[in-house]
Protein backbone atom coordinates (compact mmCIF):
# COMPACT_ATOMS: atom_id res chain seq x y z
CA UNK A 1 0.00 0.00 0.00
CA UNK A 2 2.71 2.69 1.32
CA UNK A 3 4.28 1.58 -2.51
CA UNK A 4 1.62 3.57 -4.04
CA UNK A 5 1.42 6.52 -1.57
CA UNK A 6 5.51 7.14 -3.02
CA UNK A 7 5.28 6.15 -5.98
CA UNK A 8 1.77 8.77 -6.73
CA UNK A 9 2.27 11.45 -9.27
CA UNK A 10 0.03 14.60 -10.54
CA UNK A 11 -0.44 13.75 -13.96
CA UNK A 12 -0.22 16.93 -14.78
CA UNK A 13 2.67 17.88 -13.10
CA UNK A 14 4.47 14.85 -13.07
CA UNK A 15 5.31 15.53 -9.52
CA UNK A 16 4.84 13.66 -5.94
CA UNK A 17 1.38 13.85 -4.71
CA UNK A 18 2.49 13.40 -1.12
CA UNK A 19 4.98 15.25 0.46
CA UNK A 20 7.48 13.78 3.29
CA UNK A 21 4.73 15.15 6.13
CA UNK A 22 1.94 13.72 4.62
CA UNK A 23 3.80 10.23 3.70
CA UNK A 24 4.55 10.35 7.81
CA UNK A 25 1.02 10.88 8.46
CA UNK A 26 -0.13 8.30 6.45
CA UNK A 27 2.29 6.25 7.38
CA UNK A 28 1.11 6.67 10.90
CA UNK A 29 -2.43 5.75 10.35
CA UNK A 30 -2.08 2.43 8.32
CA UNK A 31 -0.23 1.33 11.38
CA UNK A 32 -2.43 1.98 14.00
CA UNK A 33 -5.60 1.20 11.63
CA UNK A 34 -3.98 -1.91 10.07
CA UNK A 35 -1.58 -3.38 13.08
CA UNK A 36 -2.52 -2.14 16.58
CA UNK A 37 -6.15 -3.04 16.03
CA UNK A 38 -5.86 -6.79 14.19
CA UNK A 39 -2.93 -7.56 16.91
CA UNK A 40 -5.60 -6.21 19.71
CA UNK A 41 -7.71 -8.15 17.94
CA UNK A 42 -5.96 -11.28 18.05
CA UNK A 43 -4.58 -10.83 21.44
CA UNK A 44 -7.85 -11.08 22.80
CA UNK A 45 -9.46 -13.80 20.33
CA UNK A 46 -6.27 -16.03 21.95
CA UNK A 47 -6.59 -15.40 25.63
CA UNK A 48 -10.80 -15.87 25.29
CA UNK A 49 -9.93 -19.41 23.01
CA UNK A 50 -7.56 -20.31 25.57
CA UNK A 51 -10.25 -19.55 28.62
CA UNK A 52 -13.30 -21.29 27.00
CA UNK A 53 -12.18 -24.57 26.28
CA UNK A 54 -15.47 -25.42 23.97
CA UNK A 55 -14.90 -22.87 21.93
CA UNK A 56 -11.29 -23.50 21.35
CA UNK A 57 -12.40 -27.00 20.36
CA UNK A 58 -14.77 -26.00 17.72
CA UNK A 59 -12.83 -23.80 16.36
CA UNK A 60 -10.11 -26.03 15.73
CA UNK A 61 -12.04 -28.81 14.39
CA UNK A 62 -13.29 -26.67 12.33
CA UNK A 63 -10.27 -25.63 11.05
CA UNK A 64 -8.68 -29.00 11.02
CA UNK A 65 -11.11 -30.50 8.62
CA UNK A 66 -11.68 -28.32 6.58
CA UNK A 67 -8.03 -27.53 5.39
CA UNK A 68 -4.68 -30.03 5.34
CA UNK A 69 -2.17 -28.09 4.91
CA UNK A 70 -1.38 -24.13 6.80
CA UNK A 71 -0.74 -23.41 1.95
CA UNK A 72 -3.97 -24.29 1.67
CA UNK A 73 -5.33 -21.31 4.32
CA UNK A 74 -5.77 -18.60 1.49
CA UNK A 75 -8.90 -16.43 0.49
CA UNK A 76 -11.71 -18.39 -1.29
CA UNK A 77 -14.53 -20.31 -0.59
CA UNK A 78 -12.83 -22.80 1.77
CA UNK A 79 -11.99 -20.14 4.16
CA UNK A 80 -15.16 -18.62 3.64
CA UNK A 81 -16.94 -21.92 4.41
CA UNK A 82 -15.40 -21.61 8.01
CA UNK A 83 -18.68 -19.87 10.03
CA UNK A 84 -17.07 -20.52 13.24
CA UNK A 85 -14.17 -19.07 12.59
CA UNK A 86 -15.93 -15.88 11.64
CA UNK A 87 -18.22 -16.04 14.63
CA UNK A 88 -15.13 -16.19 17.10
CA UNK A 89 -13.42 -12.90 14.85
CA UNK A 90 -17.26 -11.29 15.16
CA UNK A 91 -17.75 -12.18 19.08
CA UNK A 92 -13.65 -10.79 19.71
CA UNK A 93 -14.28 -7.59 18.16
CA UNK A 94 -17.76 -7.26 20.17
CA UNK A 95 -16.07 -8.21 23.55
CA UNK A 96 -12.59 -6.62 22.89
CA UNK A 97 -13.43 -3.85 20.70
CA UNK A 98 -9.89 -2.51 19.31
CA UNK A 99 -11.35 0.65 18.91
CA UNK A 100 -13.10 0.86 22.65
CA UNK A 101 -13.66 4.91 23.12
CA UNK A 102 -16.55 6.97 21.08
CA UNK A 103 -15.85 8.12 17.68
CA UNK A 104 -16.63 11.56 17.60
CA UNK A 105 -19.06 13.36 15.74
CA UNK A 106 -20.81 17.03 15.55
CA UNK A 107 -24.36 17.94 15.85
CA UNK A 108 -25.57 20.24 13.18
CA UNK A 109 -26.64 23.77 13.60
CA UNK A 110 -30.85 22.40 13.60
CA UNK A 111 -29.05 20.55 16.51
CA UNK A 112 -30.61 16.89 17.08
CA UNK A 113 -32.64 14.56 19.23
CA UNK A 114 -31.07 11.50 20.55
CA UNK A 115 -32.39 9.24 22.92
CA UNK A 116 -35.18 11.17 23.57
CA UNK A 117 -32.87 14.52 24.93
CA UNK A 118 -32.31 17.62 22.57
CA UNK A 119 -28.57 18.25 21.80
CA UNK A 120 -28.15 21.78 20.00
CA UNK A 121 -25.66 22.08 16.92
CA UNK A 122 -21.98 22.27 17.75
CA UNK A 123 -22.61 19.89 20.28
CA UNK A 124 -20.22 16.69 20.27
CA UNK A 125 -21.26 13.03 20.52
CA UNK A 126 -20.45 9.66 20.28
CA UNK A 127 -21.04 6.52 21.97
CA UNK A 128 -18.15 3.92 23.17
CA UNK A 129 -18.17 1.23 21.22
CA UNK A 130 -17.15 -1.03 24.41
CA UNK A 131 -20.23 0.38 26.57
CA UNK A 132 -22.23 -0.22 22.82
CA UNK A 133 -20.77 -3.92 22.09
CA UNK A 134 -21.88 -5.18 25.72
CA UNK A 135 -25.31 -4.30 26.15
CA UNK A 136 -27.33 -6.79 27.96
CA UNK A 137 -30.70 -5.59 26.10
CA UNK A 138 -28.71 -5.95 23.19
CA UNK A 139 -26.95 -9.20 23.58
CA UNK A 140 -28.18 -10.63 26.59
CA UNK A 141 -25.15 -12.22 28.22
CA UNK A 142 -23.06 -9.50 27.45
CA UNK A 143 -20.29 -10.26 29.08
CA UNK A 144 -19.62 -13.96 28.16
CA UNK A 145 -17.62 -15.25 24.87
CA UNK A 146 -20.12 -17.27 23.47
CA UNK A 147 -19.64 -17.19 19.03
CA UNK A 148 -22.23 -18.99 18.62
CA UNK A 149 -24.76 -15.77 19.35
CA UNK A 150 -23.36 -15.02 15.31
CA UNK A 151 -24.54 -18.28 13.98
CA UNK A 152 -28.33 -18.76 13.35
CA UNK A 153 -29.54 -22.60 14.18
CA UNK A 154 -32.01 -24.25 12.96
CA UNK A 155 -35.10 -25.98 14.50
CA UNK A 156 -37.73 -26.02 18.18
CA UNK A 157 -34.63 -25.74 20.42
CA UNK A 158 -32.72 -23.18 17.98
CA UNK A 159 -30.53 -20.91 20.22
CA UNK A 160 -30.64 -17.78 17.04
CA UNK A 161 -33.12 -17.79 14.43
CA UNK A 162 -31.99 -15.64 11.50
CA UNK A 163 -34.19 -12.95 12.86
CA UNK A 164 -32.16 -12.69 16.30
CA UNK A 165 -28.63 -12.84 14.19
CA UNK A 166 -29.70 -9.73 12.07
CA UNK A 167 -30.99 -7.85 14.73
CA UNK A 168 -27.32 -8.12 16.46
CA UNK A 169 -25.95 -7.27 13.63
CA UNK A 170 -28.16 -3.98 13.25
CA UNK A 171 -26.22 -3.20 17.02
CA UNK A 172 -23.17 -4.22 15.80
CA UNK A 173 -20.23 -1.80 13.73
CA UNK A 174 -16.40 -2.62 14.46
CA UNK A 175 -15.96 -0.98 11.94
CA UNK A 176 -18.07 1.87 12.04
CA UNK A 177 -21.17 2.17 9.49
CA UNK A 178 -21.84 4.67 6.48
CA UNK A 179 -19.31 7.30 5.08
CA UNK A 180 -16.81 7.10 8.01
CA UNK A 181 -16.64 3.23 7.66
CA UNK A 182 -13.29 1.79 7.58
CA UNK A 183 -11.96 1.16 4.37
CA UNK A 184 -9.50 -2.13 5.24
CA UNK A 185 -12.33 -4.26 6.79
CA UNK A 186 -12.03 -7.08 4.26
CA UNK A 187 -8.25 -7.05 4.32
CA UNK A 188 -8.44 -6.92 8.13
CA UNK A 189 -11.00 -10.07 8.46
CA UNK A 190 -8.98 -11.68 5.85
CA UNK A 191 -5.53 -11.02 7.70
CA UNK A 192 -7.08 -12.41 11.15
CA UNK A 193 -8.64 -15.55 9.64
CA UNK A 194 -5.66 -16.58 7.85
CA UNK A 195 -3.08 -15.81 10.64
CA UNK A 196 -5.99 -17.73 13.25
CA UNK A 197 -6.46 -20.61 10.86
CA UNK A 198 -2.78 -21.71 9.85
CA UNK A 199 -1.89 -21.27 13.73
CA UNK A 200 -4.50 -23.61 14.91
CA UNK A 201 -3.74 -25.61 12.20
CA UNK A 202 -0.19 -26.15 12.72
CA UNK A 203 -0.26 -25.75 16.82
CA UNK A 204 -1.83 -26.29 19.87
CA UNK A 205 -2.41 -23.59 21.99
CA UNK A 206 -2.99 -23.02 25.69
CA UNK A 207 -2.79 -20.38 28.03
CA UNK A 208 0.34 -20.61 30.27
CA UNK A 209 0.16 -22.48 33.73
CA UNK A 210 -0.39 -20.14 36.81
CA UNK A 211 -0.25 -16.68 34.38
CA UNK A 212 -3.38 -14.46 34.66
CA UNK A 213 -1.47 -11.64 32.61
CA UNK A 214 -3.88 -9.81 30.80
CA UNK A 215 -7.33 -11.10 33.21
CA UNK A 216 -9.33 -8.81 35.45
CA UNK A 217 -8.01 -9.05 39.11
CA UNK A 218 -9.38 -7.31 42.21
CA UNK A 219 -6.33 -4.60 42.53
CA UNK A 220 -6.95 -3.22 39.01
CA UNK A 221 -10.21 -1.24 40.57
CA UNK A 222 -13.87 -0.83 38.60
CA UNK A 223 -14.15 -2.10 36.12
CA UNK A 224 -11.23 -4.62 35.81
CA UNK A 225 -11.67 -7.10 38.63
CA UNK A 226 -13.59 -9.50 36.67
CA UNK A 227 -10.93 -12.60 36.01
CA UNK A 228 -13.01 -14.09 32.94
CA UNK A 229 -12.27 -10.48 31.12
CA UNK A 230 -9.76 -9.39 29.34
CA UNK A 231 -8.88 -6.03 30.00
CA UNK A 232 -8.22 -3.34 27.69
CA UNK A 233 -7.00 0.46 28.39
CA UNK A 234 -8.61 2.99 26.05
CA UNK A 235 -5.99 4.94 24.18
CA UNK A 236 -8.20 5.39 21.45
CA UNK A 237 -6.89 2.25 20.18
CA UNK A 238 -6.93 -0.29 23.04
CA UNK A 239 -4.05 -1.40 24.70
CA UNK A 240 -3.25 -4.33 27.01
CA UNK A 241 -1.00 -6.63 28.57
CA UNK A 242 -0.45 -10.62 27.67
CA UNK A 243 -1.97 -12.96 27.04
CA UNK A 244 1.09 -15.52 28.10
CA UNK A 245 -0.17 -18.57 25.92
CA UNK A 246 1.96 -21.46 24.67
CA UNK A 247 1.97 -22.93 21.78
CA UNK A 248 3.05 -26.94 20.67
CA UNK A 249 3.41 -27.95 17.07
CA UNK A 250 1.13 -30.94 16.22
CA UNK A 251 2.45 -33.96 15.31
Not at 45 to 58: G, I, V
Request: glycine share 8%; with cysteine.
Amino acid sequence: MFHFLVTAQDPETQQAVFTPALLLAEANLLIVAGYDTSSATLSSLFWYLTHTPRAYAKLAAEIRSTFARPEDVAHGPKLASCKYLRACLDETLRISAPGPSEFEREVLAAGAVIDGEFYPGGTIVGTPSWALFRNELTFGDASTFRPERWIPSQGPDSLNTEDDVLRLRRGFHPFQKGAGMCLGVNIAYLQMSVTVARTLLRMDVRIAPGNTLGGGSEKLGWGQRDPRQYVLRDAFIAERDGPMVQFKRRV
